[in-house]
């Protein structure tokens, strides 16, 4: 069964953007659009007028909303509109289960970081069973414009790297677009100095020489399956977070990974995706790898 590409709405500017934005991916892969509104009725203890049929109709003008734009602009992908009687959190995580990605509005970068993502959107990236693309609504006095580029952070071992890979390079040939393979690496602790330790270095000829070595390695295979992807190699002393943000200054995606941990705390997206997804000018892809 093909996998669709689900977008969450509810109103805002910012989830109408990001249905755009699913549109457009769903459009230039070939795949269903999937289209839900997640909406229960609780009748609280309020002095308020609690109308259960007047809301469910504002839910279902929600979903209409985004049907008919993107429907209308990309006529010949299939849409369909779902209204999903569950909270936010728990109907988007349904979701991801059966989507090939889910995408979300986010509210943009600026001095507030813990709101940027929205209410619910980190907890869903941190535990998402497949990649969560978040996506800005476009700001009015913007002077940005997107590049011809798809950045990919790259990082440990090839096996470590090929679902965010993977992921990279079928946006990259479903855009025509160039690839820019991302591998930030920094100096290890002194107490990390040891003959043996430092043997792989040594033998590449370096510590920069080895991760431009480690980064061939792991985009390879994926070279071999997209020859009409043009990869640029670009390693970089510096943090991650740093690193990946510089690269993707004039990018259309920036794609990143998430590894996925069992934890009774819930799950983590780490410090390089929280940094991008916080900052960086464009949509940015998260991927569940083990």
Known sequence: MTRAIVTGVDGSPESL?????AAREAALRALPLRIVH???WQDR???IVQDREAQGRSAHAVLREAETRVATA???TQVTAELVPDTAVAALLSEAERANMLVLGSRGHGAIAGFLLGSYGQQ???ASACPVVSVRAPERDSGATQGAEVVVGQQGDREDSDHVLRFAFEAAAARGATLRAVRAWSLPPVFAY???SMRLA???GGLEPFERQALEQAVKPW???HPDVTVIPHVELGSAGQVLLSAATRAQLLVLGRRVRRSPVGGRIGSAAHAALHHAPCPVAVVPHP
């Open 202 to 204: 040594d033998e590449a």
């Open 223 to 225: 070279r071999e399956k």
């Open 74 to 76: 990309y006529p010949d």
């Open 124 to 126: 869903i990236i941190a």
């Open 45 to 47: 203890d309020a002095p």
């Open 38 to 40: 997640a909406w229960i």
């Open 194 to 196: 040891s003959p043996g």
């Open 17 to 21: 953007a990001a249905a755009e934005w």
